[in-house]
T-cell receptor, first 110, second 113 residues
Framework: QKEVEQDPGPLSVPEGAIVSLNCTYS??????FMWYRQYSRKGPELLMY????GNKEDGRFTAQVDKSSKYISLFIRDSQPSDSATYLC??????????FGKGNQVVVIP | KAGVTQTPRYLIKTRGQQVTLSCSPI?????VSWYQQTPGQGLQFLFE???????NKGNFPGRFSGRQFSNSRSEMNVSTLELGDSALYLC????????????FGSGTRLTVV
């Protein structure tokens, strides 16, 4: 079993819809949780970073962590065509060795 | 400020050859980590260097090696290339530990033929 599971299926949504992405993990030692966005031919860029259970909002983005269920989510409100990218969850326990999910390719259709 | 710079951007090599990839971190960042990204396995951690010392290592064979110089620039080397080594190789730099200060470069796309 991989440490981090993210259903890698593509997701197409109409502009303005809510995008919902999630990951599960098996290593209870993970303490820090991140969501990255990766555009084609670019490296991942950090979107959200959190280390506690609960919700964290940043503009149109909300990251949710449930440590008891080992489950994290990312919600994108009012999605825009510019949000079309691959979204990767990542986590670690305080060092620089990140464990990543496989990523979801999101397409926002105008 | 300048981001993480990886060179070259693209590389084509033949099976059995070796390759060296370079990463220049953000100024002041002392930690450099390397990842391999493939469609099948996603992003996988290779190793991390901090102040010229390997601090963490992933589960890759010994053909994959790296080093870091006193100016924090890092190189990774892959010897005896195999077709399965074709991937996007990403490096990330940070001041020290933790995920929030982690910045990735745009990667080197390696194709082994």
């Amino acid at each position: 079993q991989k440490e981090v599971e993210q259903d890698p299926g593509p997701l197409s949504v109409p502009e303005g819809a809510i995008v919902s992405l999630n990951c599960t993990y098996s290593n209870s030692a993970f303490q820090y949780f991140m969501w990255y966005r990766q555009y084609s031919r670019k490296g991942p860029e950090l979107l959200m970073y959190t280390y506690s259970s609960g919700n964290k909002e940043d503009g149109r983005f909300t990251a949710q962590v449930d440590k008891s269920s080992k489950y994290i989510s990312l919600f994108i409100r009012d999605s825009q065509p510019s949000d079309s990218a691959t979204y990767l969850c990542a986590m670690n326990y305080g060092n620089n060795r990140l464990a990543f999910g496989k990523g979801n390719q999101v397409v926002v259709i105008p | 400020k300048a981001g993480v710079t990886q060179t070259p951007r693209y590389l084509i090599k033949t099976r059995g050859q070796q390759v060296t990839l370079s990463c220049s971190p953000i100024s002041g960042h002392r930690s450099v980590s390397w990842y391999q990204q493939t469609p099948g396995q996603g992003l996988q951690f290779l190793f991390e260097y901090f102040s010229e010392t390997q601090r963490n290592k992933g589960n890759f064979p010994g053909r994959f090696s790296g080093r870091q110089f006193s100016n924090s620039r890092s190189e990774m080397n892959v010897s005896t290339l195999e077709l399965g080594d074709s991937a996007l190789y990403l490096c990330a730099s940070s001041l020290d530990s933790g995920g929030d200060g982690y910045t990735f470069g745009s990667g080197t796309r390696l194709t082994v033929v």
